[in-house]
């Protein structure tokens, strides 16, 4: 074939490629995820470029700006009103800029600032061969007990690779709850969850126990995405697209074109009940739902404690997001069939966290256990299917991160000579020792007891009345049960640590940097200012309660 046949076989088929129209992207709209996840990249280059000495410094600072930044531009697009009169669909119908996906994103941020601080602290542990330690592995791809990870602890080698990590995940949760398509959404699921898997695998202490639990969350977490991509698909069959709009219209019955391609199966009801419930299995795993919750108590227990917090808090926002967001704008037309199967998860949520709580004696098992049944709490406010709920579950969540954070912070400070002493039986007397973290540590119990003049209560008395008000009544009357359970192993570790007698040979507190302690502060003040005046904050998740469609 001669040259130029060949270079008119290449013009006609390069013709069609000046029809293809550039995507319209609205750069200003998604700035705060485009600057964590430009500061991650960078990231990957400071692990490339910086000298080792260096990086620790260089990562902690950058981290801290881009999170920073990345605030500023949610509170920027929030006065600019894109929260309220100019939410809208941004990125070719991909994400949502509306009043959810600001305060989520927001808390997210915030509760991810605080977090890093635990990741940076580097006095906790005494000197290695002259060198501060952190909570991560001297050498990640080390065998545990080897002589490569005894000679990478000796050389001061730390894994500063955690902030970038960090900040990726941090990236996929700002999208997941403003996702406005179901492409979208499993892509952040995976940005999210990847780097969790990893961070989960780091312990500088037990590192057989922390890699056992970046297993379970591995492999459970493949279960979670297969589901939901199964669901995706399903939904895809039914409605003829991925875009949430579309299958709401379609659900509603409000389409009138039809793809003849998908003729056959659009609107089949079989496929958007298996889809829909499929969907909703994976975003209840990530939220830690009964009987989805089983990876919950190990990974908490075997990751790092600065990992542990983050992933508790930011997790559950990003991950309630994203559920809220698929009820209140893509299922609405279904809440007659998904609402009793919510109500019977949330109850058992809420009984079975609260109830196996009781039988810990570890406090990170035991904070989460506490932590599945506040999911349970949380979804009696998503079951309300009122403005209510979805502004009583945007506090709730703001409320609880900071506490769990704080609270994990806390653990991290009660060490002997294996790391922290996380059995239940070295806290007693801790009161007498340090009394003044066992009075921190006793704020935050109350607080996830639900005692009022803390958050904990704000948050409980907004999702169980937006219940009520959303005719589920008898929601209301577990939770209660629950949390009054819930209250007695919280409170006997109050009595433990303050009215027991400390053993000679116990645990001693270690005195923290300033970043910790800007942690604990952070959730100690919004702890108490979220209890004792609430009006504002409950007024602001009021206003960015109404979801763009």
């Known amino acids: 074939m001669s040259t130029t046949a060949v270079h008119s076989l290449w013009t006609t088929a390069a013709q069609p490629l000046d029809k293809i129209p550039a995507p319209h992207i609205e750069y200003a709209q998604l700035a705060p995820t485009l600057i964590v996840v430009g500061a991650a990249v960078l990231g990957v280059l400071v692990e490339a470029f910086v000298p080792r000495r260096s990086r620790h410094y260089t990562q902690v600072f950058l981290a801290v700006v881009a999170l920073a930044a990345a605030f500023a531009a949610v509170v920027g697009l929030a006065a600019g009103g894109y929260g309220t009169t100019k939410a809208h669909i941004a990125a070719m119908g991909a994400i949502a800029v509306d009043g959810p996906a600001l305060f989520l994103q927001g808390t997210i941020l915030l509760a991810s600032l605080v977090a890093i601080f635990t990741f940076a602290e580097r006095r906790l542990d005494p000197a290695v061969h002259g060198n501060r330690i952190d909570s991560f592995a001297a050498q990640a791809g080390s065998v545990p007990g080897s002589d490569g990870e005894k000679a990478a602890v000796k050389a001061g080698f730390t894994t500063t690779e955690v902030f970038p990590l960090a900040l990726f995940a941090i990236a996929g949760m700002l999208v997941f709850p403003a996702a406005n398509d179901l492409l979208t959404l499993f892509v952040a699921l995976e940005v999210f969850s990847l780097p969790l898997y990893l961070l989960c695998a780091l312990a500088r202490r037990k590192r057989l126990m922390s890699q056992e639990a970046a297993v379970k969350y591995f492999l459970l977490g493949s279960f979670s995405s297969a589901f939901l991509l199964f669901g995706i698909a399903m939904l895809y069959g039914y409605a003829g ?63 790092p404690t600065p990992v542990t917090g983050f992933m508790a808090a930011a997790t559950k926002v990003a991950a309630f997001g994203a559920l809220l967001r698929l009820l209140y704008v893509v299922l609405p037309g279904l809440r007659w069939d998904w609402r009793p199967v919510m109500w019977a998860i949330a109850i058992v949520t809420m009984l079975g966290g609260a109830i196996v709580a009781i039988t810990q004696t570890d406090i990170k098992r035991l ?4 932590s599945i049944a506040h999911a349970g709490f949380i979804l009696a406010g998503v079951i309300a299917a009122t403005p209510t709920g979805v502004s009583s579950v945007l506090f709730y969540l703001a409320a609880y991160s900071f506490v769990t954070i704080g609270a994990f912070a806390v653990v991290t400070l009660v060490r002997d000579a294996g790391g922290e002493a996380t059995h239940l039986s070295k806290w007693a007397g801790l009161g007498r020792r340090s009394p003044l973290v066992a009075a921190v540590f006793a704020v935050f119990l109350l607080a996830f007891a639900g005692i009022p003049l803390t958050s904990g209560f704000s948050g409980k008395f907004a999702v169980f009345r937006a219940a009520a008000e959303g005719g589920a009544g008898a929601l209301v009357v577990v939770g209660v049960i629950s949390s009054a359970i819930a209250a007695f192993f919280y409170i006997r570790v109050i009595v433990l640590m303050f009215f027991s007698e400390p053993t000679p040979e116990g645990p001693t507190v270690a005195v923290p940097s300033p970043l910790t302690m800007t942690t604990i502060a952070v959730g100690v003040a919004v702890t108490l200012v979220l209890g004792v005046a609430p009006q504002y904050f409950l007024d602001l998740a009021g206003q960015a309660s109404v979801f763009v469609r």
């Open 367 to 370: 904070l989460a256990y506490s």
């Open 241 to 303: 697209s991925v875009s949430y709009a579309r299958i709401a219209d379609v659900v509603d019955g409000t389409v009138k074109t039809i793809d003849p391609a998908l003729a056959g199966t659009m609107g089949n009801d079989a496929l958007l009940l298996i889809g829909g419930a499929l969907i909703l299995m994976g975003l209840l795993f990530k939220v830690g739902a009964v009987p989805f919750h089983m990876w919950t108590p190990d990974v908490y227990q075997g990751a």
